[in-house]
């Protein structure tokens, strides 16, 4: 078999120029979430198959690179199904093992518990632009806190991430998947039926309302499901306040406190956030994992035309593990989303100190040679960034390059002085 230099499908290198702004991006992350009260956590990159496939993952659990069995457990002629071959993957997402993570820990954790997470995680998805099969996630959860206060402070710690790496003019669209279920009961769909409803709802924005209506006649619901439906949502696009208007209507549907808790996170993100971004309560925002139970948002970047991150809280997630449930909400930002964008715009990391290149011609003598090493140690310690490298025959060529680079700098030194 022919040895490949190009990587996997769906995955990549990355070049030194990348890289440097993947450093910086995640220090200016792991820095603004510590001022926040969140901590560090890291979990293995494969996790059991069972608890993989324990129904927390959506559509997500279709796409799981599976790991085979291994020595003798690993029996090829008795298995009936591939899934008798399989006792492990690589994980898809970071909730699932921060939940297996928090359920083993529990009693060693402080509660709430502010956890942050970062690292690669795969899908077997079809690549695309910010997309990958490969890619790093940013995540920060709260559990065990049950009030609206884990949103709030996951919506600030999140935006003013954002807004340090130099975003703006961005929006946090808002919804409930409470107000979501409210909605379908109130227009007269099945409790079974929610999860289908929503999946059409969620084509809004590509296909209109009057793309919903169709396509919830062609899937057999009512023309009387279907016009009561819409109608919340024209009512709300003609209200001065669309979620007291929704609100008001869906009483009778709707758990005592969630109105009020909502309205509480809007107001005390607004009076705080500063003009940067902007709040937006979205009716149509679905958010496609299942295991949400309340609060869901999205980051929506014009720059990049689609969703640049998000999450939401999952109150019955840690019950799958322990058999109790625990309140949980988090907040996931869209790396991979945000380096891209970062790269395009042509960013350039700030208050980087000085880039200084010697080039050193071969044969110079070694005592010149100490000599340019300590100059550049106390370069370096008075903040530059000095890189001490031979000189090519091509030097213009070498200087170029290094240019490229971001060196601004250079200082030649040759084995005659004289030069």
Same mark, same amino acid.
């Given at each position: 078999m @022919?040895l490949s230099?190009?990587?996997?499908?769906g *995955?990549?290198d990355i070049?030194?120029e990348?890289?440097?702004i993947?450093?910086?991006?995640i220090?200016?992350i =792991?820095?603004?979430?510590?001022?926040?009260?969140?901590?560090s956590?890291?979990?293995p990159?494969?996790?059991?198959i069972a608890?993989?496939?324990c129904k927390? /993952?959506g559509?997500?659990e279709k796409l799981?690179? !599976?790991?085979?069995k291994r020595g003798e457990?690993?029996r090829?002629? &008795? @298995?009936?199904?591939a899934d008798?071959?399989v006792d492990?993957?690589?994980?898809?997402?970071?909730?699932?093992?921060l939940?297996?993570?928090y359920?083993?820990?529990?009693?060693?954790?402080p509660?709430?518990? =502010?956890a942050?997470q970062?690292g690669n995680?795969?899908r077997a998805?079809?690549p695309?632009?910010?997309?990958?099969r490969q890619?790093?996630?940013?995540?920060i959860?709260?559990?065990?806190?049950?009030?609206?206060? @884990? &949103?709030i402070?996951?919506?600030l710690a999140?935006?003013?991430t954002?807004?340090?790496?130099?975003?703006?003019?961005f929006?946090?669209?808002?919804?409930d998947r409470?107000?979501l =279920?409210?909605m379908? $009961?109130y227009?007269?769909? @099945?409790e079974?039926?929610?999860?289908?409803?929503?999946?059409?709802l969620?084509?809004?924005?590509?296909?209109?309302?009057d /793309?919903?209506?169709a396509e919830?006649?062609?899937?057999?619901?009512t023309? &009387?499901?279907?016009?009561?439906y819409?109608?919340?949502f024209?009512?709300?696009?003609?209200?001065d306040?669309p979620?007291?208007?929704?609100?008001?209507?869906?009483?009778a549907?709707?758990p005592e406190g969630v109105?009020?808790?909502?309205?509480e996170?809007?107001?005390?993100?607004e009076?705080v956030?500063?003009d940067?971004f &902007?709040?937006?309560?979205?009716p149509?925002l679905?958010?496609g994992?299942?295991y949400?139970?309340?609060?869901?948002f999205?980051? $929506?970047m014009p720059?990049f035309?689609? #969703?640049?991150?998000?999450g939401?809280?999952?109150?019955? *997630?840690? /019950?799958?593990?322990? /058999?109790n449930?625990v309140?949980?909400?988090?907040f996931s930002?869209?790396?991979e989303?945000i380096?891209?964008?970062?790269?395009?715009s042509?960013?350039?990391?700030?208050?980087k100190?000085?880039r200084? $290149?010697y080039l050193l011609e071969?044969?110079?003598?070694?005592?010149t040679l100490?000599?340019?090493? !300590?100059q550049?140690?106390e370069?370096? $310690?008075?903040? #530059?960034q000095?890189l001490?490298?031979? *000189?090519? !025959?091509n030097k213009k060529?070498?200087?170029?390059q290094l240019?490229a680079q971001g060196?601004?700098?250079?200082r030649e030194f040759?084995?005659?002085?004289? !030069?």
């Amino acid at each position: 078999m @022919a040895l490949s230099k190009k990587p996997v499908t769906g *995955m990549k290198d990355i070049l030194p120029e990348e890289m440097e702004i993947r450093d910086y991006v995640i220090s200016v992350i =792991k820095e603004t979430y510590k001022e926040f009260g969140f901590t560090s956590i890291e979990t293995p990159c494969v996790e059991n198959i069972a608890n993989l496939n324990c129904k927390a /993952g959506g559509e997500n659990e279709k796409l799981i690179f !599976k790991i085979l069995k291994r020595g003798e457990k690993l029996r090829l002629e &008795e @298995a009936e199904s591939a899934d008798e071959l399989v006792d492990g993957g690589l994980r898809y997402d970071l909730t699932v093992p921060l939940v297996r993570y928090y359920s083993n820990h529990v009693n060693e954790l402080p509660s709430p518990f =502010k956890a942050l997470q970062m690292g690669n995680v795969w899908r077997a998805d079809r690549p695309q632009r910010g997309r990958y099969r490969q890619f790093m996630q940013c995540d920060i959860d709260i559990l065990g806190e049950s009030s609206n206060l @884990a &949103e709030i402070e996951l919506i600030l710690a999140t935006t003013t991430t954002l807004g340090r790496l130099g975003f703006h003019n961005f929006q946090i669209r808002i919804n409930d998947r409470q107000i979501l =279920k409210a909605m379908a $009961a109130y227009s007269g769909f @099945a409790e079974e039926d929610y999860d289908q409803v929503f999946i059409i709802l969620d084509k809004m924005d590509k296909i209109g309302a009057d /793309g919903v209506r169709a396509e919830l006649l062609e899937t057999g619901y009512t023309e &009387e499901q279907a016009e009561k439906y819409l109608g919340l949502f024209r009512g709300m696009e003609e209200a001065d306040e669309p979620i007291a208007y929704i609100t008001d209507i869906l009483s009778a549907f709707l758990p005592e406190g969630v109105k009020e808790s909502f309205q509480e996170i809007i107001g005390s993100v607004e009076a705080v956030k500063g003009d940067f971004f &902007e709040l937006v309560f979205d009716p149509t925002l679905v958010r496609g994992m299942s295991y949400y139970t309340g609060t869901i948002f999205e980051i $929506a970047m014009p720059e990049f035309g689609g #969703s640049c991150g998000g999450g939401g809280r999952y109150d019955r *997630m840690v /019950g799958k593990f322990t /058999g109790n449930d625990v309140p949980a909400c988090g907040f996931s930002i869209g790396f991979e989303r945000i380096i891209l964008l970062l790269l395009e715009s042509g960013f350039r990391i700030p208050g980087k100190g000085k880039r200084t $290149a010697y080039l050193l011609e071969k044969g110079i003598p070694a005592e010149t040679l100490c000599q340019v090493l !300590k100059q550049a140690q106390e370069e370096r $310690a008075g903040g #530059s960034q000095v890189l001490v490298v031979r *000189m090519n !025959k091509n030097k213009k060529f070498q200087k170029e390059q290094l240019t490229a680079q971001g060196y601004e700098e250079f200082r030649e030194f040759y084995k005659n002085p004289l !030069k």
